[in-house]
């Protein structure tokens, strides 16, 4: 299919059912540019308006995922700048996507890598994923929502080790240890993708409207507080109960057959 990026490189795969994003800057271990930035939620909102697409994946051309935000865009800016203009507010669209991301963390995942990792809904970790908050060696901090969420993964004392000292680095079998991915994926780059378009395809499976339903709920126990959280599961849960796919889904369990989503 014919590219129209240049910093990404976006396939559809699964019989079109899963958006594949591969970053591709691996020259500069897919430093996350302006353009890239513009991109990447660009290509993220287009599969997620796409009725075929279930799912989407994240992945890093080369020996990183990406290693953080481009120091060369971002050295001479100034205080106006950061206010004013999209960056790095624009990257917090990532976590508006409505579908789930599931991220495939080859390599390096260092300052906005990590927290572009962070934003999305599922991290699986390859051998070599690497994790960190290098920006304070910069003379600087993560920006791009590292603060808010790295501490509700790792906790506030690792949280912490890693953005004060800017060296301490998680690897991934801390990463996973420590609930940041879900696992570890063993060999090469190619069977990392193999495997997260596996967990894309079975998402992309479900009722496209139930999953939607569940990644918001979910993501409520990082916004509100355990009672307002309850209530909007709640809600939501019910509003399932609207769709069609929940009276194919049980009446299939119920017939012991294999359920027809029709995805409304
Ligand atoms: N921005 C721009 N270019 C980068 C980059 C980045 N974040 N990270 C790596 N590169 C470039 C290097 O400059 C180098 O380019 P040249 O070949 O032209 O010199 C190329 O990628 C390869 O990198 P290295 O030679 O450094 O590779 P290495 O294997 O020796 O080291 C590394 C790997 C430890 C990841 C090292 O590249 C590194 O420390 N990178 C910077 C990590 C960092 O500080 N990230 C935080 C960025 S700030 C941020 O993200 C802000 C925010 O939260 C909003």
């Known amino acids: 299919s014919k590219q129209i990026y240049k910093c990404i490189e976006v396939t ?22 302006e353009d890239l930035m513009h991109e ?72 906005g890598g990590c927290e572009v990792a962070l934003m999305c809904d599922i991290i699986l970790a390859g051998e070599k994923a690497v994790f960190g908050q290098p920006e304070i060696n910069l003379g600087t901090i993560p920006g791009m929502g590292g603060t808010q969420r790295l501490i509700r993964e790792v906790g506030k004392s690792s949280a912490m080790e890693m953005i004060l000292t800017g060296s301490r680095f998680l690897d991934a079998q801390e990463a996973y240890q420590r609930g940041l991915a879900s696992r570890v994926v063993a060999g090469s780059n190619d069977e990392l993708v193999k495997e997260a378009i596996s967990v894309a395809a079975k998402i992309a499976l479900q009722s496209r409207p139930a999953v939607v339903m569940a990644k918001a709920a979910v993501n409520s126990a990082y916004e509100l507080g355990l009672h307002e959280g309850v209530k909007k599961e709640q809600a939501l849960f019910g509003a399932t109960f609207a769709l069609a796919d929940q009276k194919e889904g049980m009446s299939a369990f119920i017939e012991k057959r294999q359920p027809q989503f029709v995805h409304t």
Request: charged residues 25%; without cysteine.
């Open 12 to 33: 559809l795969v699964e019989q079109e059912t899963v958006g594949l994003i591969v970053l591709n800057r691996p020259e500069v271990l897919n430093a996350l540019s």
């Open 40 to 111: 990447l939620v660009d290509a993220l909102r287009v599969l997620d308006s796409m009725q075929k697409v279930g799912a989407m994946i994240i992945t890093g051309k080369g020996k990183a995922f990406a290693a953080g935000a481009d120091i060369k865009d971002l050295k001479d800016k100034n205080i106006a700048d950061i206010f004013m203009l999209e960056f790095p507010s624009k990257w917090n669209d990532v976590s508006k996507i409505k579908k789930p991301i599931i991220a495939a963390v080859n390599g390096y995942a260092l300052g």
